[in-house]
């Protein structure tokens, strides 16, 4: 009985889903073109280097995290201006030889301090919850071929929770894909790693 059915039953280990392998960048891209067009939406992409366009094939939206930052940064100029403002002008002035107790020009130097002091908080902060890290654990990890996603493989992974995911397998070897196998959450590989080659489907 394959991982896939011992999921349904619920009496074996849970299936996370599916693994790919593709040896190019182009493959790569084609596939990720055609595994969005087939309507997929929980999968993603694995590679050992940048890949131009690969955001593109994949439909990527563009992430929330600059916002982040520019609010954060925003606030650090804000908060900073206040800040002088309140002790120079309002809580302690003090006369200087008949220079204004607030400048703008005197507060440039805390203020873009703050400024990029808050946007980098804001950006470590934001990256780590917008990513889910630290993530230690992968049901990924557990392949031994993803190995090779550091070094000179490519992989396209769709997870159990996608509404499509009973036409994954056929959708990858269509795809060109030159091995598909079950990832198990917890167990490591299931016992429906193929090879496959060409336009051939996983078995």
Known sequence: MSAANLAM????PKLWGLLAEFETVAALITAAERVRAAGF??????APVPV??????MDIKMSKLPWVVAACGLLGATGGLLMQWWMNAHDYPFMISGKPLFALP?????TFELTVL?????????????????RLYHPLFTSERFRRATSDRFFISI?????????????????????VEEI????????????????????
Request: charged residues 20%; proline residues 4%; aromatic residues 4%.
């Open 118 to 134: 808050l946007g980098s908080i804001g950006a470590v902060v934001g990256l780590i919850v917008v990513t889910g890290f630290p």
């Open 9 to 12: 039953r619920g009496d074996g």
């Open 184 to 203: 198990v959450e917890g167990g490591g590989v299931g016992g429906q790693g193929s090879g496959v080659r060409g336009g051939g489907h996983a078995s």
């Open 159 to 179: 997870e159990a929770a996608d509404p499509q995911f009973e036409r994954a397998r056929a959708v990858l070897a269509e795809a060109g894909a030159v091995h």
């Open 106 to 110: 005197a507060s440039i130097p805390i």
């Open 52 to 57: 131009h366009g690969i955001d593109e094939a």
């Open 41 to 46: 939406t929980r999968f993603d992409a694995h």
